[in-house]
């Protein structure tokens, strides 16, 4: 008897169909809103839903703010989780636990973080009480930009440096045997064996990263409400301000431009990680 194949379609099609239902057509309906206005029987505007949006202040300012703490956060997490990987590769007394204690931010509650951090910086808090006269509240100022970042990078290091750590763990030995043999040293290593081959991770850590810079908002509102500071203000903010004022056709064209500013950061970084694959060939 012929042992007929299995396509795999049955095992796939419950998580097909749920994506097509909750994410697909919802998303299809919110490319239509953006374009179109009214309830019930709408009507085609074309792209003036875009330039409405395009022409706002608060939207330019959140576009400027997500973009800001992407390019600070997320250049700042890789290198520093990676460096601290190949630090990691020294062995050492404690090691495991070392390791180990980088995980601990992740499983901490974001409200009891966001309690602690308001805790020493607001106005009245212990950081002006200890090392500062002053009544500077660093919450509503300039530096609650920092803080978010400081936030992230603490938060989301240890995740990365694990994720680096199995990557570098993985490059055989020999390759660094037969360079040393050839005369190759510490630095020529890295940026002929260790760079290369850790370009394929690299990427991977890239999209993890970018994906919980935008999950910040959280420590954002709980900060600083739906209206905080300026240079926390992020497209999150405007898109939750814009969804209680039931504005659907400006939540409607930010979703559209995020997820087609996020698509083609992706796409860079699926060019990355195919050379990166080229190149450990």
């Keep these: 008897m012929r042992s007929k194949k299995n396509s795999g379609l ?40 875009y330039k409405n949006v395009l022409g706002n202040d608060l939207f330019l300012l959140a576009v400027r703010n ?20 190949l630090l990691l590769q020294i062995p050492f007394r404690g090691e495991r636990f070392f390791r180990l204690s980088f995980l601990y931010p992740l499983m901490l ?4 973080i966001v309690m602690v951090v308001r805790l020493f ?40 440096i694990l994720i680096f750590f199995s990557g570098l763990r993985m490059i055989p030995k020999e390759y660094y045997e037969n360079a040393k043999l ?8 890295f940026q002929s064996i260790t ?16 994906m919980n810079s935008f999950k910040c908002f959280r420590e954002a509102f709980l900060i600083g409400g739906t209206h905080p500071h300026d240079s926390i203000y992020l497209l999150q903010h405007f898109m939750n301000n814009n969804f209680e004022n039931l504005n ?14 996020v698509a083609c950061i992706g796409i860079l970084a699926v060019i990355l990680y195919r050379q990166g694959k080229r190149a450990a060939k």
């Design 66 to 85: 997500t973009l800001r703490f992407l390019m600070t956060g997320i250049p700042a997490v890789l290198a520093l989780s990676f460096f601290l990987a």
């Design 182 to 189: 050839d005369g190759a040293g510490y630095f020529k290593c």
């Design 109 to 112: 509650p974001v409200a009891s």
């Design 248 to 261: 659907y056709q400006r939540i409607s064209v930010a979703s559209v431009i995020m997820f087609l500013a």
């Design 10 to 49: 049955p095992l796939v099609l419950p998580a097909l169909l749920g994506f097509l239902i909750f994410y697909f057509i919802p998303f299809l309906i919110t490319i239509w809103y953006s374009f179109s206005f009214g309830i019930g029987a709408r009507e085609f505007v074309g792209l003036e839903n």
């Design 195 to 210: 760079f290369p081959l850790m370009l394929p991770i690299l990427g991977f850590n890239f999209l993890l990263s970018m």
């Design 121 to 160: 910086f607001e106005k009245n808090g212990m950081l002006n009480r200890i090392f500062f006269e002053g009544n500077t509240d660093w919450v509503n100022s300039e530096w609650a930009f920092w803080i978010m970042v400081i936030l992230f990078l603490w938060k989301n290091t240890g995740y990365h």
